[in-house]
């Protein structure tokens, strides 16, 4: 176990030099800083000034050991919009983007392994035809669209919840939720569903899938030959061995949740770090753009090597096959 999480930890460490790499590229040349931070008043020598004390003019790979530093600290300097620490900022907006992602995960959990779980076993049923149906459009419909037909229907039409923003917050020491006003509640409900719904739909397909691989086994046979009672083979035995899988998608599911929550944030104009994000892409904020790119690599990293480590402890095979290669 120690030495697989010692290679996990050294591929996750290359793929993030490799991040950074890419997000020092970007800083440094897609656009001039000196450019952003000056008005088009500033004399040539108060240009160079600032390009020297920015260290602008140092060797690229001083440049480069200066950013790894630095993001190491996560410091990634001044944003150019708004004239803030990039940190903070992105401490800011954390809050928004995480509680938005955790609700659309919680959502595709609680609704795709139930819906997943009845229509594998009872595929031919009505209802199991209609949940693979709306599955179908969910998977089908780009989430800007989703987004834009939530707000027409429960919003314009029906008037039954906002349209855009994050609702009324409270401040708990340096996070803030509108979990617990109901403004907040209603303001989430809709991006919610909108960035859930496709991993919902894909953890149902995946659920539905698996159930009836597993319900074909020799063992599932062996489980009814011996008496047992069909809900204690369906979810005693045939849903323990299927979320075994759907425990690496939904890990890997969590990260892409919260990179691509950007459209959602921009269709909702949720206060988040996907929205911060576009602005910055707009106005050529380097930095922000750079900080959030390694935040997410980061994310994704972390994520994965936590997957890894619940999929090696969930499922005994990888244990006994690493136990026999290293005793050959």
Do not use: C
């Not at 086994?217 to 062996?222: G, H, L, R, V, W």
């Not at 045939?238 to 990179?259: E, F, H």
């Not at 691509?260 to 380097?286: H, K, R, S, Y």
């Amino acid at each position: 176990m120690f030495a697989f999480i010692v290679r996990r930890l050294l591929q996750s460490l290359i793929v993030m030099m490799a991040v950074a790499l890419l997000s020092f590229t970007m800083f440094r040349y897609v656009g001039d800083p000196v450019n952003q931070m000056v008005g088009i008043e500033t004399t040539l020598a108060e240009r160079a000034a600032l390009r020297e004390r920015l260290g602008l003019d140092d060797p690229a790979y001083l440049q480069f050991g200066r950013f790894l530093f630095n993001a190491a600290q996560f410091e990634f300097g001044i944003s150019y919009q708004h004239k803030k620490d990039v940190s903070k900022l992105i401490l800011e907006r954390a809050p928004a983007t995480l509680e938005l992602s955790f609700i659309s995960a919680l959502f595709a959990l609680l609704v795709g392994i139930p819906m997943g779980v009845y229509t594998g076993l009872h595929r031919e049923s009505p209802i199991s035809k209609f949940l693979l149906t709306i599955s179908l459009i969910g998977i089908s419909l780009p989430t800007f669209l989703i987004g834009i037909l939530l707000i027409f229907i429960f919003s314009v039409n029906l008037h039954l919840l906002p349209s855009f923003g994050r609702g009324e917050v409270i401040r708990l020491g340096f996070w803030t939720t509108g979990l617990l006003t109901p403004s907040g509640l209603a303001a989430i409900i809709m991006p919610g569903i909108t960035l859930g719904l496709f991993q919902m739909t894909l953890i149902m397909r995946l659920v539905r899938a698996e159930m009836l691989e597993v319900m074909r086994t020799d063992y599932i046979k062996f489980a009814r030959a011996r008496g047992l009672t069909d809900r204690a083979i369906n979810y005693g035995h045939a849903l323990k061995n299927t979320l075994v899988p759907v425990i690496t998608i939904t890990g890997l599911q969590v990260g892409s949740i919260i990179a691509f929550a950007i459209i959602t944030e921009t269709v909702f104009q949720w206060p988040g770090m996907g929205l911060m994000f576009l602005q910055a892409v707009q106005n050529v904020d380097i930095p922000i753009m750079a900080a959030y790119l390694m935040l997410i690599a980061f994310l994704f990293v972390t994520i994965n090597l936590i997957v890894d480590m619940l999929y090696y402890v969930v499922d005994p095979r990888l244990r006994v096959d690493r136990a026999t290669t290293g005793g050959h």
